[in-house]
């Protein structure tokens, strides 16, 4: 072994060009195993429970402060034989002097807690799974294709949303971020997109479909893990509008895509997005049919969160 690593550290000193390569892919392969991503597994029923309490307990709060800004002198009660008095007059100073504040940052607070329970409600995003795995199905629905491992035909939805704070991304700037995808596997994802008013500025499949009406869908993409002519790159960067190194940083697989722009209440929400690592997928015309029906399922949950 301790011969191995030195002449693996004596081909790397001479050779200093394979020794930058080295390091990069050493980097890269830690950003995919360590770095942040996006859990796209929301079923979480003690999260929204949780969620449910806190605002619970925000109101009893705010009945309670309302009672005792109202009440004078002293309350007196007996506990288990004991009497015990509480005197009122101080926190009743103390509610009036920072009602200003309070009473509306609690109730921003309840805004805050409903809009979190709507967006992770698990009973809506489970019915939005459901949706996702049956036009998959229908999408992917050759026998060649439903025997490969789930993991390579997806379909995802992507939300536009100013910023990504799981990524670290500002929200002065809009993104396609990951909302939900189909199967049970590879629920976590770094693959956001960034939108612009400019086509030549957004990125991604997902991207080109936000910026046309209809199906955005290409094919017979190379394969980002071998070796590729600077003819192949260029292709390859024209069709996904996305640079090769964010590609091979993404661990991306798909040979084949097709995205289209998601309306909820008359405007723009977000891209449904199918890849696949087969060559080929099903016609545009065909993939209109199955989601006109996937979008008639989804809408009315869509508009409720």
Same mark, same amino acid.
């Given at each position: 072994?301790?011969?191995?690593?030195?002449?693996?550290?004596?081909?790397?000193?001479?050779?200093?060009?394979?020794?930058?390569?080295?390091?990069?892919?050493?980097?890269?392969?830690?950003?995919?195993?360590?770095?942040?991503?996006?859990?796209?597994?929301?079923?979480?029923?003690?999260?929204?429970?949780?969620?449910?309490?806190?605002? !619970? +307990?925000?109101? =009893? $709060?705010? *009945?309670?402060?309302? %009672?005792?800004?109202?009440?004078?002198?002293?309350?007196?009660?007996?506990?288990?034989?004991?009497?015990?008095?509480?005197?009122?007059?101080?926190?009743?100073?103390?509610?009036?002097?920072?009602?200003?504040?309070?009473?509306? !940052? +609690?109730?921003? =607070? $309840?805004? *805050?807690?409903?809009? %979190?329970?709507?967006?992770?409600?698990?009973?809506?995003?489970?019915?939005?799974?459901?949706?996702?795995?049956?036009?998959?199905?229908?999408?992917?629905?050759?026998?060649?294709?439903?025997?490969?491992?789930?993991?390579?035909?997806?379909?995802?939805?992507?939300?536009?949303?100013?910023?990504?704070?799981?990524?670290?991304?500002?929200p002065t700037q809009q993104w396609l971020v990951p909302f939900a995808r189909s199967g049970t596997m590879t629920k976590r994802s770094r693959s956001i997109f960034r939108l612009s008013d400019s086509p030549q500025k957004t990125e991604g499949v997902?991207?080109?479909?936000?910026?046309?009406?209809?199906?955005?869908?290409?094919?017979?993409?190379?394969?980002?893990?071998?070796?590729?002519?600077?003819?192949?790159?260029?292709?390859?960067?024209?069709?996904?509008?996305?640079?090769?190194?964010?590609?091979?940083?993404?661990?991306?697989?798909?040979?084949?895509?097709?995205?289209?722009?998601?309306?909820?209440?008359?405007k723009k929400w977000g891209v449904l997005v199918l890849d696949s690592t087969s060559d080929k997928m099903t016609s545009c015309d065909t993939l209109n049919k199955y989601f006109k029906l996937l979008v008639s399922a989804l809408n009315p949950i869509?508009?409720?969160?």
């Amino acid at each position: 072994m301790a011969r191995m690593i030195r002449h693996a550290s004596i081909s790397l000193a001479s050779h200093p060009s394979h020794a930058l390569s080295y390091a990069v892919s050493k980097i890269r392969n830690f950003i995919r195993e360590h770095g942040p991503y996006i859990q796209l597994d929301h079923t979480n029923v003690l999260g929204w429970r949780l969620i449910r309490v806190a605002q !619970v +307990m925000l109101l =009893l $709060l705010l *009945v309670g402060i309302s %009672i005792v800004s109202r009440l004078k002198g002293s309350i007196a009660m007996s506990f288990f034989g004991v009497d015990i008095v509480i005197g009122v007059s101080t926190f009743r100073l103390w509610v009036a002097g920072n009602e200003v504040w309070l009473v509306p !940052v +609690m109730g921003g =607070l $309840l805004v *805050v807690f409903e809009k %979190i329970g709507g967006l992770i409600n698990p009973w809506k995003l489970r019915a939005i799974q459901s949706c996702l795995d049956a036009f998959r199905d229908l999408s992917f629905h050759s026998r060649s294709l439903q025997e490969d491992p789930e993991c390579e035909h997806r379909v995802t939805i992507f939300r536009a949303q100013h910023g990504c704070w799981q990524l670290l991304k500002p929200p002065t700037q809009q993104w396609l971020v990951p909302f939900a995808r189909s199967g049970t596997m590879t629920k976590r994802s770094r693959s956001i997109f960034r939108l612009s008013d400019s086509p030549q500025k957004t990125e991604g499949v997902a991207g080109k479909a936000w910026c046309k009406k209809g199906w955005y869908q290409v094919m017979g993409l190379c394969h980002v893990g071998g070796e590729l002519s600077p003819l192949e790159i260029r292709e390859f960067e024209t069709k996904t509008n996305l640079a090769l190194d964010k590609a091979i940083l993404r661990n991306y697989k798909a040979k084949s895509y097709a995205a289209i722009t998601m309306e909820v209440m008359g405007k723009k929400w977000g891209v449904l997005v199918l890849d696949s690592t087969s060559d080929k997928m099903t016609s545009c015309d065909t993939l209109n049919k199955y989601f006109k029906l996937l979008v008639s399922a989804l809408n009315p949950i869509l508009e409720a969160m």
